[in-house]
Structures are given as C-alpha cells and as structure tokens.
C-alpha cells in the first residue's frame, strides 16, 4: 500500500516538471498599455517578466524594480529604440515607451546578462 502511495507521489511529481518545463510555455505578460505600468523585478541575473508582450502605436509605462544591489544591474538599455535608464536599487523607476512598429525588442543591462524582451505586435 505504501509502494502505490509512493510511486504515485513519483507520477504526479514528473507530470508537474513536464507540466512546468515544456507545457506551460514562456512567462510572457500581455500588456494593453492601458492597465497601468508593467513591473519588472531586476534580480539574480533575471528580468521578471523577461518577456513583455505590447501592443504597437500606443504608450506603455515600464517599471523597473531594482533588488540587485550589483554593478551590473545599474542600468537597462533599449538598444534597438536608442533609449536607456538608471535603476536606482530598491526604487521603481518608470520608462515609458511607444513602439511605432511590430518586432521584437531586446532590452539589456550595459553588459548584457540581464535580458528581456518586448515583443510587440
Ligand atoms: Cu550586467
């Protein structure tokens, strides 16, 4: 009876990993840029969400929440849209955007391991 419970426990773990790994897809974000700002935490060498999805011809508000205290997250660079920004550690900072064509947009830190995207459409 305790072998069942146990290979059970075993089925239901290796389905929640192949759920999470391969079934559950990117953690983008649909932005309609209408709902206020988007906010993305600056942490552990990861933006979160690093993928933001954004509609085209219309504003959308960034906000950057710094936790990284490191050199390498101080700023973030839009390369694609000549635009960047200081984070200041443990402040929102808000960037505010309109993308006037469909694509995908890559933002950095200036050495870029921090990466994100927006893809806008
Ligand atoms: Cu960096």
């Known amino acids: 009876m305790t072998d069942v419970a146990v290979n059970l426990g075993g089925v ?15 953690r983008s ?16 060498g990861v933006y979160t969400p690093a993928r933001i999805e954004v509609p085209v011809g219309k504003p959308i508000t960034l906000r950057f929440l710094r936790r ?10 839009f390369a694609d849209l000549n635009a960047s920004s200081d984070l200041p550690v443990g402040k929102p900072q808000d960037i505010t955007l309109t993308l006037t064509k469909p ?13 994100g995207v927006l893809s806008v459409k």
């Open 68 to 77: 990284d205290a490191s050199p390498c997250a101080e700023k973030v660079i």
């Open 29 to 44: 974000k649909a932005v309609t840029g209408l709902s206020g700002p988007v906010e993305i935490t600056v942490e552990d």
């Open 12 to 26: 239901v773990l290796i389905g929640l990993i192949v759920w999470w790994f391969w079934l559950a897809g990117p």
């Open 103 to 115: 694509g995908e947009f890559e933002f950095t830190c200036q050495m870029g391991m921090y990466r």
